[in-house]
């Protein structure tokens, strides 16, 4: 029986080709800003919005959709105003999410096996429903990166001379930050909340090794994290894996292997 | 011409402390090539921000081509090159890639590159001798020449206005030199004006043809020729 007669697999591959691509792109920009932990705290923000879904008896992924946009775009607005430290917005978000993500959990009952699904990632949750979701949002943040793209290297190479110059780095840091909640969003049902961080900063990470250039950069890491997610589907397919650590588990064999192949090249040459 | 930079009149002050800058004029016409100097905290990068309208003056204004400094809405006008310390990316680059990063702000928001985009990067590249090292890897570049590779990147965007905010700091003495003689080969080709702010102005020194000197005001503002000798050094200017 091939992996591809299962229903819930072909869901499981389409959302995880959408994911595959964008987290990588949203996390080459966040990493150029230092920025490679804010997908955690965005993460346990989506938690909270799980638990909200439960609680109200809607769909969870709409909710941490929403929750997951917020947080993200609460996070670069407490930095940007210097309100708060990069870390400290950071962890403000993070610890209130998680936060309020138990309490909601607990007051809707539903410390159950669904709810580990959210977190650990799941190839059997995928409904048609969320696939049309993550595709459509997922070409629109696809289309944004590409669009914007020069801009954003921009911000990424020097933020000051990009401002001063007149580049709108305000709108376009809320803009990415959003990016980033919309991909967590997405991407929590096979890879799950407390992963999902990992697939935006490890391929890119892994591709920064040995890459020369910042396009051949963003090309590999989009490689690695789609080859990551494909390797961490069959192998929770065939040996009854939690996806999302297998195909973390997968793109950190990456990076091993990207270090390896960096450091032979440094004593060649 | 409109005059390019104009500070009237001005004063700021931080939060909580002690005004950094008070009774601030200056004014510099289009095609002027000027240093600006002085002490570390002695106020020089808080002017510098306050003409580009990146923080406003408690008391007086800032203009930027006839224009209010905070509501200037011609900002490609302006080409900015900050510390080498502060420059640069976690991922690898080319010099090319760089280049290209300083012409975002004249192509706007999702317009892509045409041709006369390219060749104005070429041009930049060339203009700092790095044509041949278009497609090197950033990091593999000495730090006289990663300097280069920002010139170029803020030549790009074919400035009127070009800002160097301590550029040299960090370089050594002969790249400061050879980077010195290219900003006067630049303002000699381009006529651009240039605003060099910096802690130590020794190597533009000859070639500039203004020097202010700031010291929570400015204590200095003439031709560096007729700054008294032992004022040579801005770390011992003196209000």
């Known amino acids: 029986m091939s992996i591809f007669d299962a229903d819930f697999m072909r869901l ?244 091993v292997l990207a270090s390896a192949v960096a450091s032979v090249r440094s004593a060649l040459t | 011409m409109l005059v390019a930079v104009e500070l009237k009149d001005v004063a700021f002050a931080y939060p909580r402390a002690a005004p950094s800058l008070q009774g601030v004029n200056v004014v510099i016409e289009p095609g002027e090539f000027l240093a600006i100097a002085g002490p570390n905290g002695g106020g020089k990068t808080t002017l510098l921000r306050v003409a580009l309208g990146i923080l406003h003056p408690q008391v007086g204004f800032a203009r930027l081509f006839g224009e209010p400094a905070v509501s200037f809405d011609q900002r490609e006008r302006i080409g900015y090159l900050a510390q080498r310390a502060q420059l640069g990316t976690n991922a690898p680059v080319t010099v090319r890639e760089v280049v290209t990063a300083g012409r975002a702000p004249r192509l706007g928001l999702f317009r892509p590159q045409r041709r006369h985009d390219r060749r104005v990067v070429e041009r930049a590249m060339e203009r700092v001798g790095l044509s041949d090292q278009a497609d090197a890897e950033l990091s593999t570049l000495s730090g006289g020449q990663q300097q280069r590779a920002f010139m170029a990147k803020a030549l790009a965007g074919e400035p009127d206005l070009l800002v160097l905010d301590e550029p040299t700091a960090g370089v050594d003495a002969d790249a400061q030199e050879s980077f010195a003689a290219l900003l006067a080969e630049l303002h000699h080709d381009l006529g651009v004006t240039i605003l060099f702010v910096s802690h130590e102005f020794g190597a533009v020194e000859q070639f500039v043809e203004r020097l202010v000197l700031v010291r929570g005001g400015i204590t200095f503002d003439g031709k560096p020729k007729s700054l008294p000798p032992h004022w040579h050094d801005p770390s011992h200017v003196h209000l």
């Not at chain 1, 935006?200 to 591709?207: D, E, K, R």
């Open chain 1, 12 to 255: 499981a591959f389409a959302t995880g080709a959408v994911v595959g691509m964008l987290a990588p792109l949203v996390g080459f920009f966040l990493v150029q800003r230092g920025m490679s932990l804010i997908g955690d705290g965005i993460g346990h923000v989506a938690f909270a919005g799980v638990a909200f879904g439960y609680l109200l008896g809607i769909s969870p992924v709409a909710t941490a959709l929403v929750a997951s946009v917020v947080g993200a775009v609460t996070i670069e607005v407490l930095r940007s105003r210097h309100r708060a430290a990069g870390d400290q917005a950071l962890a403000l978000v993070f610890y209130t999410g998680i936060a309020a993500g138990v309490v909601i959990v607990s007051a809707a009952g539903a410390l159950n096996a669904n709810l580990f699904a959210f977190l650990f990632g799941s190839i059997l949750t995928v409904t048609r429903s969320d696939l049309v979701l993550v595709v459509v949002l997922g070409i629109i943040g696809l289309g944004l990166i590409a669009g914007l793209y020069r801009p954003l290297v921009a911000i990424a190479l020097d933020e000051e001379a990009a401002r001063v110059s007149g580049v709108p780095v305000a709108a376009l840091n809320v803009l990415l930050a959003g990016l980033a909640g919309v991909t967590v969003a997405l991407s929590m049902r096979i890879v799950g909340i407390l992963l999902i961080a990992a697939l935006m900063v490890l391929p890119v990470i892994a591709a920064n090794r040995v890459a020369r250039s910042m396009r051949s950069t963003i090309t590999l890491s989009v490689a690695l994290g789609l080859v990551s997610v494909f390797t961490g589907l069959t192998l929770a397919y065939y040996a009854d894996l939690a996806a999302g650590g297998a195909i973390v588990l997968t793109a950190a064999g990456f990076f």
